[in-house]
T-cell receptor, first 110, second 114 residues
Framework: EDQVTQSPEALRLQEGESSSLNCSYT??????LFWYRQDPGKGPEFLFTLYSAGEEKEKERLKATLTKKESFLHITAPKPEDSATYLCAVLRAAGNKLTFGGGTRVLVKP | DAGVIQSPRHEVTEMGQEVTLRCKPISGHDYLFWYRQTMMRGLELLIYFNNNVPIDDSGMPEDRFSAKMPNASFSTLKIQPSEPRDSAVYFC????????????FGPGTRLTVT
C-alpha cells in the first residue's frame, strides 16, 4: 500500500527564517508527486507537480525538489502569508488515485 | 472559470437523517473525486469518476455512502442514514485528465451529525 509521511507535523518560523518540509513516500511506481497548500476553512490549493528524481519547481518563495524516496518543500525568507498547512501526495503508475500525507502546519510570525 | 463548486458549505443534521452533498466540477475536466478530511485520518479518497463512470469506490466506508455522477457537470455524495462519526469536511475535486493529473479542489462541505 502507498504511504506518505510528512515531517515535521508543525513548524513555527520567524519571518525571514528559511526552512524545509519533508515528504517521504513509498509507492509502487511513482507517476507524480504533488504539493498542495491548505488554508483554514478552504480546500487544498495546487502548488507543484514533480515527475522524476532530480526535478525542481519554484513559485515565489517556495521550491520543491524530488528524490527517489522523498521530496522537500523549501520556504525561503517566509512571510506571514505563507502560514498554512502544506500537503504532499503521490500518484502511482496505475490509476488516478492520490495518496496524501498528514501535512505540515506552518506558522510564520512577523 | 469559477472553479469547483460545492453545496451546501455547511450542513448540520441529526443522526439517522439523509444527507446529500453536491458538486459541480470545472468545465472540461474528465475526472471527479470525492474526499473526506478529518483531524484523525487526514484527507481520504472516497470515490472517483472518469467521464461520469465510477472507477474506484474502495474508499467508500460502507453501504450508507453512495455517489452518483449523472452528467459531466454534476455529482452527488449521499449518506443515508447519517451517523455522528460521519462528521467531517467533504471535498470534491476535479482533474483535466489526458495526461494532466493535478486535482483542483472545491471549498468543501462541513458536515456535522448530532
Amino acid at each position: 500500500e502507498d504511504q506518505v509521511t510528512q515531517s515535521p507535523e508543525a513548524l513555527r518560523l520567524q519571518e525571514g527564517e528559511s526552512s524545509s518540509l519533508n515528504c517521504s513516500y513509498t509507492v509502487s511506481g511513482l507517476r507524480g508527486l504533488f504539493w498542495y497548500r491548505q488554508d483554514p476553512g478552504k480546500g487544498p490549493e495546487f502548488l507543484f507537480t514533480l515527475y522524476s528524481a532530480g526535478e525542481e519547481k519554484e513559485k515565489e518563495r517556495l521550491k520543491a525538489t524530488l528524490t527517489k524516496k522523498e521530496s522537500f518543500l523549501h520556504i525561503t525568507a517566509p512571510k506571514p502569508e505563507d502560514s498554512a498547512t502544506y500537503l504532499c501526495a503521490v500518484l502511482r503508475a496505475a490509476g488516478n488515485k492520490l495518496t496524501f500525507g498528514g501535512g505540515t502546519r506552518v506558522l510564520v510570525k512577523p | 472559470d469559477a472553479g469547483v463548486i460545492q453545496s451546501p458549505r455547511h450542513e448540520v443534521t441529526e443522526m439517522g437523517q439523509e444527507v446529500t452533498l453536491r458538486c459541480k466540477p470545472i468545465s472540461g475536466h474528465d475526472y471527479l473525486f470525492w474526499y473526506r478530511q478529518t483531524m484523525m485520518r487526514g484527507l481520504e479518497l472516497l470515490i472517483y469518476f472518469n467521464n461520469n463512470v465510477p472507477i474506484d469506490d474502495s474508499g467508500m466506508p460502507e453501504d450508507r455512502f453512495s455517489a452518483k455522477m449523472p452528467n459531466a457537470s454534476f455529482s452527488t455524495l449521499k449518506i443515508q442514514p447519517s451517523e455522528p462519526r460521519d462528521s467531517a469536511v467533504y471535498f470534491c475535486a476535479s482533474s483535466p485528465g489526458q495526461g494532466v493529473y493535478e486535482q483542483y479542489f472545491g471549498p468543501g462541505t462541513r458536515l456535522t451529525v448530532t
